[in-house]
């Protein structure tokens, strides 16, 4: 029997790309999904889908049971992004943006991890240049990739007994529906704002849409998955991985002194 995976997020961006780039590899690949239509769309492209919303604890136990087990590897993948100011954003949708990105993917890790342990399999976190450098308006998402990268160095010491290898992805900006629906919730929520809340940031939001948009829709999802990939099935697998030329510029922003960096991220970013 050949290796199995399990792709939490696969039924688009960079877990659909991760998902297909394995298949494609011979890996059997569980694939998961939150609606019939993106289940009914994987199962025709080779995939198996998994009913899986992350934050559904009953849906990641069952998702636990089907995939085996033994499990060679986990994407734990599955992530949403808000782009408001930290003085405007709904408590509850803060919440939501950690109980997904962070809560998610620790809840999955743990359910697998008996599946894993019996393989010697691996994780991989997908993280983001996001957690390294916060951009501003991005304050949920950052705070969000910011917990996974500590995440990640703790988890990956705890299961070093078990030789369980655990890595971070960290993409920079990727052609993803992430980021589409991250702006068309963001766009519910400023109709909610306070008038004078609304007044005091909205120049520099739209700067900020200004230039994200100027930088082009971003490379191709499958640039990710390549890392993914190594990170599966390299014999000595990487800690983490930047991928990208965005990230690798952010990367290097971050090692300025902090006023400096400021300056120019708010020059570059807000006018």
Known sequence: MGRTVVVTGASSGIG??????????????????????????????????????????????AAAERAGPALDGLVDNAGIAIAVPLELVPLDELRRQLEVNVVGQIAVAQAFLPALRRAGGRIVLMGSIGGRSALPFLGPYAASKHALEGVADSLRVELRPWGIAVSIVEPASFRTSIWTKGAARADELREKFPREGDELYKAAMANFRKVALARGPGADPDEVAKAVEHALTARRPKARYLVGRDAHLRAWVERLPTRVRDRLLARVLTG
């Open 16 to 61: 659909e790309a991760c998902a297909l780039r394995l298949a494609a590899a011979g890996w059997q690949v569980y694939g998961g999904v939150r609606t019939p239509q993106d289940a009914e769309a994987l199962g025709r492209r080779g995939i198996e889908p998994l009913e899986l919303d992350v934050t559904n604890a009953a849906q990641i136990a």
